[in-house]
């Protein structure tokens, strides 16, 4: 499984973008990078996954560069409950039950 | 959107007791897994589950742990003669289509042993 490297924390006001990357040199053709969020006491909860280029959905933007080794997760105007912890995570999205491995995640305090 | 739940949502037991936490995964995913998260500490992988069988496990999922699905809707994690460390929440999720995919989570059972 890939490794993946992020920021173990930021800070931001609310109403500015949030750019948080994650390195992931090692990344496998067949993998995917997938990006969650969690809340204090609560399970992690799906954000966006993508293969390259750029995906966007109603909640965040991925950027993924042409050679994969790196992924920015954006978040547009971010507000004070965006505060949580986002990981990311790389894998085979065809593996079947190859588990998912978080890492420690970049802490996100959003400040009013 | 469909959820995950978990029951209960707080558990204390005493050392030594065994301890049953509950699932109940989305109806149609296949693929179901356990996860603990000790205080402060980062998500950690138990154990998957396919099929009716255990597909991977980590070091952690040891003899004193086990996983069922007894009627084909709930998925359960059995902790035998539990121990200060297994304080910590347990987390189930499931998928259609396996780790790669969208995994979706429950609130978690926060267990306290002590």
């Known amino acids: 499984l890939a490794k993946t490297t992020q920021p173990i924390s930021m800070d931001s006001y609310e109403g500015q973008e949030v750019n948080i990357t994650c390195s992931h040199n090692?990344?496998?053709?067949?993998?995917?990078i997938t990006w969650y969020q969690q809340f204090p006491s609560q399970g992690p909860r799906f954000i966006i996954q993508g293969y390259k280029t750029k995906v966007t959905n109603e909640v965040a933007s991925l950027f993924i560069p042409a050679d994969r080794k790196s992924s920015t997760l954006s978040l547009p105007r971010v507000s004070l409950s965006d505060t949580a912890v986002y990981y990311c995570l790389v894998g085979d999205a065809n593996s079947g039950n190859t588990p998912l491995v978080f890492g420690k995640g970049t802490r996100l305090s959003v400040i009013a | 959107e469909p959820e995950v739940t978990q029951t209960p949502s707080h558990q204390v037991t005493q050392m030594g007791q065994e301890v049953i936490l509950r699932c109940v995964p989305i109806?149609?995913?296949?693929?179901f897994y356990w996860y603990r998260q000790i205080l402060g500490q980062k998500v950690e992988f138990l154990v998957s589950?396919?099929?009716?069988?255990?597909?991977?496990k980590s070091e952690i999922f040891d003899d004193q742990f086990s996983v069922e699905r007894p009627d084909g809707s709930n998925f359960t994690l059995k902790i035998r003669s539990t121990k200060l460390e297994d304080s910590a929440m347990y987390f189930c999720?499931?998928?259609?289509?396996?780790?790669?995919?969208?995994?979706?989570f429950g609130s978690g059972t926060q267990l306290s042993v002590l």
């Open positions: 589950f396919y099929n009716n069988e255990i597909s991977e």
């Open positions: 999720a499931s998928s259609t289509a396996g780790a790669g995919e969208k995994l979706f």
């Open positions: 109806s149609n995913h296949l693929y």
């Open positions: 090692n990344i496998a053709t067949n993998d995917y």
